[in-house]
């Protein structure tokens, strides 16, 4: 762990001998009574934590001293075909440490239907990967995620536009059949940008025609078929390198 995050009901509050932060700090970082540590709010403000106490029961008694806001997260919203459970909990955890703003998961024509029906999105497990990547990132703050059961419906209402009013975003759809261009190639923009990653399958000759009436542009990332995972991974971090004004 690169910080140590709470959440706000948990201030004021011993933490638990068996919760995995005590584990780490008492025997991974071996902290005494005293020792301070890197320490943040949970959608709050980052700085110093302090181990006040050990109890006999093995919970910690602990402060926090946090003022520095966290770091602006890109402008960046990526839109994503359901995958299987264990990629999804990669997507959320790696996306959330790159620092996307927002997640839209997508229902797809080609995409498996059953990996709708996945518990990691009610059980606390997406909450949880979108914890674990703003921690190896030393940040506080996690990307929203939501849900669409189509590409139809998520086009339709245009979520972006409700947060991108002061610039018209760049609308940017993965693909590496007949695209109409390069991601390499793609100039330096200050404007935001909205990327949509399809199945491994791809995306259907339908949805392309969606794409291209929405106002996508449908650029590659090079001729190989890649996993999900791997797809969003590879264009969040074009994109970061080709956003101008990162922060939103």
């Given amino acids: 762990m690169n910080i140590i995050l709470f959440e706000e009901h948990e201030l004021g509050h011993n933490l638990p001998r068996r919760d995995e932060r005590t584990i780490h700090l008492l025997k991974v970082l071996r902290k005494n009574a005293g020792d301070t540590f890197e320490a943040g709010i949970l959608g709050g403000k980052r700085g110093t934590g302090r181990i006040e106490k050990i109890n006999f029961d093995g919970s910690i008694m602990f402060t926090i001293h946090a003022s520095t806001p966290p770091e602006p997260r890109l402008r960046l919203r990526m839109a994503v075909s359901f995958v299987r459970p264990i990629q999804l909990r990669r997507i959320f955890r790696d996306l959330s440490n790159i620092g996307v703003s927002v997640i839209d998961l997508i229902g797809t024509d080609l995409g498996e239907k059953s990996y709708r029906d996945t518990k990691l999105l009610v059980d606390g497990g997406a909450h949880a990967a979108l914890v674990e990547g703003a921690v190896q990132a030393r940040d506080t703050s996690i990307p929203e995620y939501k849900i669409y059961d189509s590409l139809d ?51 259907s000759d339908r949805e392309r025609e969606l794409f291209g009436k929405a106002g996508f542009s449908r650029l590659s990332i090079g001729s190989r078929a890649l996993r999900t995972e791997t797809a969003c991974v590879a264009a969040a971090a074009l994109a970061m390198e080709k956003i101008k004004e990162i922060s939103i």
Avoid: Q, Y
């Fill in 153 to 203: 419906i998520w086009l339709n209402e245009r979520p972006w536009e409700k947060t991108e009013n002061r610039r018209i975003p760049l609308l940017l759809a993965m693909d590496n059949v007949d695209a109409g261009g390069s991601f390499f190639h793609l100039s330096i923009t200050s404007r935001p940008v909205i990327i949509a990653i399809g199945p491994e399958r791809g995306w």
